[in-house]
């Protein structure tokens, strides 16, 4: 039994026309008599009496008629299901580490390259403002964040539920005032920081970035004065005033015009291991089946 021959009935039903619902439907008359036929023959069964004057409804007719409608809500809630399961293949929302030009750039150059391959590709990029990325993944916001993960910093609960695999890494760059002592320096080293004030800056995207400096200070045995600053995005160290302080931040953040004005200097590390780390954090029970692709995507495309 076709749906389509179904639905054919429940219009010649609720019309009692063949004519009228044939050009209702944009088919011939003699089409919409043949589909009613293969119905009835489908069911073994007597739906309508025809005569020139009226058609009206069998006892078999109103049994279907009830049913119909059913049924075929029932096929339509299972195929728009199937057609929500397809898209949803191809939709990903990201959050976390997404907020700064550089690293949007290279999101979008990896989602320009995967939608060659696939057009229906479409991620969403999620911003997490005051909820911290894990907190989103944990609750079903987002599908999948982009940030540094370091399990001892989240309860064996959490780390049982998670999952995360390496992406990139991104150098360390100091900013400082042109007035600063080191801003003459064309390459810093590590234990240039020793003793000195190191702003870190916290908020629900920053605490993975500062771990990786940390875990390189205390590596390399750098004792810093660290001074807090709250900062909700990226952006907003533009903002992050700067005295004797150093802002320590990747790379890819330090691309913008502001960054290298004339009261401020952008100045590399020597060290080979001063980077911060970017990895895509997912929940290891609900990986979505794109994210893989756009995972070697982005390890491909440079940051």
Known sequence: MRIGYLEEFIAVATSLSFNQTARALHISQSSLSKHIAALEDDLQAHLFERDRRQVSLTSQGQVLLDQAAVIVKAYQGVKDSFA???????????????????????LSAATAALQQADPAFSP????????????????????????????????EGTNERVAFEPLATSPFRAVVTASHPLADRHRLSLNDLQRRAVIQMMGPRMVSGWNDLNQVLHAHRIAIQPVQRTVMSVLDTANVRLDQEVLILPECEVRRQHMHDDTRRVIPFAEEEAVFSFDMVYLRDRKPPLLERFMEELRRTPL
């Open 124 to 155: 969403h990029f999620i911003p997490c403002h005051t909820t911290a990325p894990v907190s989103q993944l944990l609750s079903g916001n987002i599908d999948c964040a982009i940030m540094s993960y370091h399990p001892h910093d989240f309860d």
């Open 84 to 106: 929500a399961e397809a898209s949803n293949r191809s939709a990903l929302s990201v959050g976390g580490c997404i907020d700064a030009p550089g690293e949007f750039a290279w």
